[in-house]
């Protein structure tokens, strides 16, 4: 009883907890992928932007803003121009727009003077480079050495690469993206990628952005390597048609992949620890209760014996006495009948009891053997038949046939109690039908009747222990409500199952199927 109890206990404590491990490990996967898609279609559309300016073309809202984002989330100057300041640059921003500009670096000195009638900062950094930044317009300046003239560059110049006084750090992000300048059939104009192009454009998208302005979506190449377009409608009237850039989204998938497996190795190494550590939980959880019900079990064994020998001196005492008293004295006798009468329920309590016990304890012998089922009915059916005859009730045998692996007197005692229930509930004239037949690898035993029945409310509770549908009823014939209790246990002991199916007024029937032989 307490193993099932602890097994479902700790199969409970670590479905708790893997589903816990579960939303954290797909969580954490989720954020990753979500990232890695965030991170390509910003970079697609900061590559999109630069694409847009090289090529003199008017830039979409959503590009611009994608720039930039890009230069903030960087923390490096974006590819396109930026508005003029519209205050004085202060050194600490001068500074970092510098740092930024140059790639890197960590400034040594800062001095701000006038020089070819523009105030300016003059930065020097540690590795000897000087980076002019003009402090009204916050541009990176750069003094020609011929005729000592000022040329003034964008904080941002839009080029591919940046010029090389003015280098900008790598990105992979920006360099694993192709272009692909197409037509409105679809076509490549010309290759601007310093290798050929992994896929052809896709037509579906360009269509979707010439009709739309722009599109973004993944597709699969034959391979099986993903690749994120995005695909805008170009808005000058001459060039290209549309541009699409793609990032083939290899590099990622193989990330995703090996946290995958992590978070799957990790997974399954947290459900075996912490299926290990459930199971010890439950069953320290469990060990006051499984001793408490063993001291109940005990007791009730031992109160079961310790009953038995005086129930039997009591009805052997009653049955003497009742021989000695004439027939006269009738008082007497019928209070001696009702000393056997009780002193036999009595025994029979106390054996269900103990059946009971032996049963919660598994202590109760089981001789499993080849049981043949027309014979074995055919002399129940002719015991019972008997009683049911003094009560005005027909008890036949139906369809009888198979072999069954069981302990031929608990079976038996099976068929005893659904019979006698059945006994019980049917009215004189009514009828009580035994039968079995072969289902598969089982046999199927119904003891059906036509009897009151049994009501949908009570159907689900008359296995249970001292359960009875009319209390009033059960005492005075005795009846504890015990038996269908130890129908279940027993069938249940012989590998089998047991049930019940009725209705108001229509008869009941209980069921039970064994293992065939």
């Not at 907890?17 to 991170?39: C, E, K, N, P």
């Not at 932007?49 to 008017?58: Q, R, S, V």
């Not at 290990?276 to 959880?285: D, V």
Request: proline fraction near 5%; aromatic fraction near 6%.
């Amino acid at each position: 009883m307490f193993s099932g109890l602890r097994l479902q206990l700790t199969l409970l404590y670590t479905l708790a907890a893997l589903a816990l491990v579960g939303l954290v490990g797909g969580g954490s996967y989720l954020v990753v992928a979500r990232y890695f898609q965030q991170v390509t279609d910003l970079a697609l559309r900061h590559k999109m932007a630069h694409e847009f300016h090289t090529l003199n073309a008017p830039l979409p809202a959503d590009l611009a803003s994608a720039d930039r984002d890009w230069s903030l989330i960087r923390n490096e100057p974006g590819l396109l121009p930026r508005q003029r300041a519209t205050a004085p640059l202060k050194e600490a921003e001068a500074v970092r727009r510098a740092v930024a500009y140059h790639g890197g670096g960590t400034p040594k000195k800062v001095e701000r003077e006038v020089k070819h009638g523009r105030e300016v900062y003059e930065i020097s950094l540690a590795d000897g480079t000087e980076i002019i930044v003009d402090r009204s317009t916050g541009a990176i300046l750069v003094e020609e050495e011929e005729g000592e003239e000022w040329r003034g560059e964008e904080e941002a110049p839009l080029r591919p690469l940046p010029p090389s006084d003015a280098p900008l750090a790598y990105d992979g992000e920006l360099a694993a993206i192709f272009v692909l300048p197409l037509d409105a059939r679809g076509q490549v104009l010309f290759n601007p990628n310093p290798a050929a192009a992994l896929l052809d454009p896709d037509r579906q998208a360009l269509e979707a952005a010439l009709s739309r302005g722009s599109d973004e979506r993944t597709v699969s190449l034959s391979d099986g390597q993903r690749v994120r377009l995005l695909t805008y409608r170009l808005t000058r009237s001459d060039g290209p048609a549309a541009l699409q850039l793609g990032r083939v989204l290899s590099d990622q998938d193989r990330v995703l992949w090996q946290l995958a497996l992590g978070l799957l190795f990790l997974g399954s190494l947290s459900m075996v620890l912490l299926g290990g550590a459930s199971w010890w939980l439950a069953g320290r959880a469990l060990r006051p209760a499984q001793a408490a019900w063993e001291r109940q079990q005990r007791f009730i064994a031992s109160a079961s014996h310790e009953l038995r020998t005086p129930l039997t001196l009591i009805r052997a005492s009653a049955e003497v006495a009742l021989r000695n008293v004439g027939l006269e004295d009738a008082d007497q006798r019928e209070l001696l009948g009702d000393v056997l009468s009780e002193s036999d329920h009595m025994r029979r309590l106390v054996d269900d009891l103990l059946t009971l016990s032996r049963l919660d304890s598994g202590q109760l012998p089981l001789t499993l053997e080849r049981v043949e089922v027309a014979p074995f009915l055919a002399e129940v059916q002719r015991q019972v038949a008997r009683l049911g005859a003094e009560r005005g009730v027909t008890v036949t045998l139906e369809e009888a046939s198979g072999a069954v692996c069981a302990d031929a007197d608990r079976l038996r005692q099976v068929l005893l109690i659904a019979l006698d229930n059945a006994l019980r509930h049917t009215p004189s004239g009514g009828r009580i039908t035994l039968a079995a037949r072969p289902q598969g690898r089982e046999v199927r035993f119904r003891v059906s009747d036509t009897g009151c029945g049994i009501a949908p409310e009570h159907l689900p509770h008359i296995f249970e222990r001292f359960y009875r549908i009319d209390p009033a009823r059960g005492r005075a014939s005795g009846n504890a409500g015990l038996g269908l209790s130890i129908a279940q246990a027993l069938i249940t002991a012989m590998g089998g199952q047991i049930g019940a199916s009725s209705a108001p007024g229509q008869g009941a029937t209980v069921w039970f199927s064994l293992p065939r032989r």
